[in-house]
Nanobody, 122 residues
Framework: QVQLVESGGGLVQAGGSLRLSCAAS????????MGWFRQAPGKEREFVAG????????YYRDSVKGRFTISRDNAKNTVYLQMNSLKPEDTAVYYC???????????????WGQGTQVTVSS
């Protein structure tokens, strides 16, 4: 089992940046593909970005391409989401997730963090 703890959320103005972190513990971190999801008030949870266990493959939803970057540091058991050029529609609770996979899935993640709030003002 993997425990995940997100941090780095906050309130920023449109056009600003935030860097989210997800610290993992409990199992071999490098065995897991990692993903970021988000859920806005009244909306369904949606996939944001994912990264393979090796860090060699990444995948993003279209609305964040060119603005968000996912990365991982297996030595630190941490995955990051660098968010630039933030828009009000990026406002959501952001969740870190993990799954045993050699690929980068957009669903069927097994382990989840508690979430961190990101609010983008206009």
């Amino acid at each position: 089992q993997v425990q995940l703890v997100e941090s780095g959320g906050g309130l920023v103005q449109a056009g600003g940046s935030l860097r989210l972190s997800c610290a993992a513990s409990g199992r071999t971190f490098s065995s897991y593909a990692m993903g970021w999801f988000r859920q806005a008030p009244g909306k369904e949870r949606e996939f944001v970005a994912g990264i393979s266990w090796s860090g060699g493959s990444t995948y993003y939803r279209d609305s964040v391409k060119g603005r968000f970057t996912i990365s991982r540091d297996n030595a630190k058991n941490t995955v990051y989401l660098q968010m630039n050029s933030l828009k009000p529609e990026d406002t959501a609770v952001y969740y870190c997730a993990a799954v045993l996979s050699r690929l980068v899935p957009t669903h069927n993640y097994d382990y989840w963090g508690q979430g961190t709030q990101v609010t983008v003002s206009s």
